[in-house]
């Protein structure tokens, strides 16, 4: 198969029209509504071909479009999104967070990899071919939303209220970085996710320590003897039924990941410690890979000064795998936090909104061996690494759901660039390659060897 498009701009210019994008605070956390919106139309604008328009939801706008000319070709939906994370401390950043910077090889500003970088490939791809051959190769909707940085909170209603409209035959998302820049890869799975809080509270007040001190069950004191509880010294997680469903991880399975050239060396150098830990009787590449975690992600309670603190809230993430399901290990946890003997002190657990299951496609799906031969196009001589995304992309898990449709990662973000973190950058050089790779996928998809099966035509099954 021949490519034939030109993207004939030069890098300067590509990076000179994502600023915009990205000068946009599209913090979908606490920016206002007309920041967000503005970032919408700026997306919309980039679809008119495909008659893009920012449409309302329960929260932040999404923007949607569509280019049905194709009806006997296969559809796709493109998903990513347009919200990005809080700066955090501005202080730890080189450059202003929403000016998009270039430095040498890279291009430095908040949400430029995740997932404003990532989203941009797609759209001068898919005005490249319209400009250029007058038509897209196969039916394309473009759903881009405005929480994922918040969990997707409004998303599953949209969805299920326009199933019908966003019907497809596979979902393909900007979103879900490179497992690492040192070869080409593609996720085949994600790890779901819960969240909760555990609360401990003592006396009705904050009480003076020296007063008080020695006569009364201190909050944080109870709270971390739960909190230690949850692990074994091991580090396996020490609470009943949390591993429940998930199935042994085969031989096979375990030769395959070995197989992956993983410096542990330099992973723990990278971070900065000593040594790494983790579950016993797991590598960490299968500790990243095949199973679930339960994270204390922070504890807030008084502070610096000479109290009792009456209430201390310590926050839980769990990273699931398949057959795990949410629900159950809420309720596990639950369980066994309650289960404590801490006197002197109430104890409450919080969950958090709704689980999110863990996703996986297989590996000899359309789909992977599409973007397979589209990544060895792109990246000649180099073998195309299938990876797990250790993180959670909640949107897979409704799209299978609610359009009985499989998502593809289809990103050139990778997991290095400082996602989440100050001083965000994504590489130049990603930018070219991924616009060459999403042209040779939509190619194979619509008319060559990986062909999908045109189960739904616009919009109607």
């Known amino acids: 198969m021949v490519d034939m498009l030109s993207f004939d701009a030069t ?11 990205v000068a946009v605070p599209s913090v979908s956390r606490d920016a206002t509504h007309e920041t967000m919106r503005a970032a919408a139309e700026w997306l919309a604008a980039q679809l008119s071909f495909a008659g893009g328009r920012v449409v309302e939801t329960q ?62 490939i797609v759209l001068k791809v898919a005005q490249a071919f319209i400009e250029q051959e007058g038509a897209l190769p196969l039916n394309i909707k473009f759903l881009f939303e405005g929480e994922e940085e918040i969990g997707s909170p409004h998303l599953p209603e949209y969805v299920r209220a326009h199933a019908d409209e966003l019907a497809a035959d596979l979902v393909i998302s900007a979103d879900g970085a490179m497992w690492r820049p040192s070869e080409p890869s593609l996720s085949i799975a994600s790890k779901g996710l819960v969240t909760l809080d555990v609360e401990v509270t003592g006396a009705d007040a904050d009480l003076h320590s020296g007063r008080f001190g020695g006569t009364v069950a201190n909050p944080v004191h109870a709270l971390a003897e739960i909190l230690a509880g949850l692990h074994a010294a091991d580090g396996r997680v020490a609470v009943d039924g949390f591993y429940d469903g998930i199935p042994e991880l085969t ?21 900065g410690l000593d040594e790494v830990f983790g579950e016993a009787g797991y590598s960490t590449l299968e500790r990243l890979w095949e ?63 709704a689980g999110v299951p863990a ?3 297989p590996e000899d799906h359309p789909a992977i061996r599409a973007a397979t031969e589209a990544l060895a196009h792109v990246y000649p001589g180099q073998d195309v690494l299938l990876a797990v995304i250790a993180g959670t992309l909640p949107a897979t898990a409704l799209f299978e759901e ?12 990778t997991a290095d660039e400082n996602l989440h973190a100050p001083n965000e950058f994504m590489r130049i050089s990603r930018l070219r390659e991924g616009m060459r790779a999403w042209e040779h996928l939509w190619r194979l998809l619509a008319d060559g060897p990986h062909r999908l099966a045109p189960v739904i035509r616009n919009g109607s099954a």
């Open 359 to 361: 996703y996986t496609i």
């Open 59 to 120: 929260g932040h706008p999404a923007v949607r479009a569509d280019w049905l000319g194709a009806p006997d070709a296969p559809t796709i939906l493109v998903y990513g999104h347009y919200d990005v994370q809080p700066t955090g401390d501005l202080a730890e950043w080189r450059t202003p967070p929403f000016e998009l910077v270039t430095d040498g090889d890279v291009i430095r500003g908040r949400g430029v990899t995740d997932d404003k970088g990532p989203v941009f």
């Open 251 to 271: 031989d096979e399975r375990r030769a395959a990941i070995a197989a992956v050239p993983f410096d542990e060396d330099g992973y723990r150098n990278s971070l």
């Open 291 to 353: 199973r679930p975690t339960l994270e204390i992600n922070g504890v807030r309670a008084g502070g610096k000064y000479t109290v009792i603190p009456h209430i201390a809230t310590g926050h839980i993430s769990c990273r699931l795998v398949p057959g795990q399901r949410p629900e159950r290990v809420l309720q596990a946890i639950t369980d066994h936090v309650l289960a404590q003997k801490v006197p002197g002190v109430r104890v409450t657990v919080r969950p958090e909104e």
């Open 402 to 413: 609610a359009l009985g449709a499989k998502t593809l990662f289809f990103s050139f973000s």
């Open 11 to 21: 890098d300067a210019e590509y990076v000179d029209e994502l600023a915009a994008y």
